[in-house]
């Protein structure tokens, strides 16, 4: 079949894959798919139409993407916008090109915070059959015990179901680190309440493999192009 477009390895070295050596050696290798199917040298690409990937994590082609890594601070919201006049998160990074949150931070919630313009990406780590890992910090009330955290590790019964098994460690007296791959509303709020200790503090401090402890509350910087793959490698899981 004829495809349209420019040719795929100088496509994936203008996005700073490497070379167009380096490129055409990937595509020999069979590393690189286009929709789905496995490219072959000479395939042509349309950046605004065809998803490419390589190792099944999708690579943003279009220049006009952009990818923000925000430490959102207590008292905002994560919406666009807000009725009541609340700072809101995309007033926090820049107005141009519009960008939106990936999934949601309740108000009182800090931590590490995606948005960005792709939506494929986004879709990725916001369906619950991708499964991306968050961690979360919360300070609780109370000093929970080996029951609470069991029961945190194993599935917590709430309103909505119960929640698939968590990681979860215990910093005495009050500290709880939980990893989910969930996105429930304010689930881990829910569940340490579920368990008799209610969320004092919650920070997320990690999404997939991202992690940044330099970012301060309220600052954002772009992802590199090596986040954003290893984001679309996570959400693709295991090979």
């Not at 999934?103 to 915070?113: A, M």
């Not at 791959?181 to 209610?198: D, L, S, Y």
């Amino acid at each position: 079949m004829e495809h349209s477009g420019e040719r795929l390895q100088k496509v994936l070295a203008a996005v700073g894959i490497g070379s167009r050596r380096v490129c055409e050696d990937l595509i020999a290798d069979g590393r690189i798919t286009v929709n789905g199917e496995v490219a072959v040298l000479g395939r042509r690409v349309e950046v605004d139409h065809d998803v490419v990937a390589i190792d099944g994590a999708p690579i943003p082609l279009r220049a006009d993407l952009v990818h923000y890594l925000l430490n959102k601070p207590r008292g905002v919201v994560t919406t666009a916008s807000d009725p009541q006049g609340r700072a809101t998160v995309v007033g926090l990074v820049p107005a141009e090109p519009r960008v939106f949150p990936v999934g949601r931070l309740d108000i009182d919630t800090e931590g590490l915070l995606l948005l960005t313009n792709d939506g494929a990406l986004t879709h990725q780590l916001t369906h619950p059959s991708f499964g991306v890992e968050k961690e979360y910090v919360a300070e609780v009330e109370g000093q929970p015990g080996r029951a609470a955290v069991r029961a945190l590790r194993e599935g917590v019964e709430l309103d909505d179901g119960r929640t698939a098994p968590a990681k979860v460690s215990l910093r005495p007296p009050n500290v709880l680190t939980l990893v989910i791959h969930e996105g429930r509303n304010r689930q881990v709020r829910r569940m340490c309440e579920e368990v008799g200790h209610p969320v004092v503090r919650l920070v997320r401090t990690r999404i997939g493999p991202l992690q940044d402890r330099r970012l301060k509350p309220g600052e954002w910087r772009p992802l590199t192009l090596d986040e954003v793959r290893a984001l679309g490698q996570a959400a693709a899981g295991p090979r």
